[in-house]
């Protein structure tokens, strides 16, 4: 699984510079951003270089902050590709509570993170259907 982080923020101005600018300062590269807001606070969801100190990092610096575990799944760049992951997971009977995306630089796939309601169920069911769900070294230094 994929080590997400997962931060509670007041809805005002500035405070998203606040959070990323801590991450900066220690050296800690965001792979992927994901903010959805509501009128009093906001949950901004991330994917680091290193999770488990940008935690750290985060809580230190006066975040409310947390891991979820996601899948990544590389998406090929082609119509109807999330159509086959999305299909998959549907015929499984398996809940996407939220999905976000990014690119990596080779640029022949997106990497999708789903937060599933059974997310190792999830990785089986993609991966018999031979879609290739990515593995955290991957994407970030395991610490």
Known sequence: MIEQISVFLENKSGRLAELTRVLGDAGINMRALMV???AEFGVVRLICDEPRRA?????DGGFGASITEVIAVAVPDRPGGLADVLETLGTQGLNV???????ESTGDAAVDIFRVDDPTRAKSALATQGIVVVEPGALYVAD
């Not at 509570?97 to 690119?103: K, L, R």
């Open 97 to 103: 509570e939220y999905a976000y995306c990014f690119v």
């Open 36 to 38: 959805a807001d509501t």
């Open 55 to 59: 935690l750290r990092v985060l809580e």
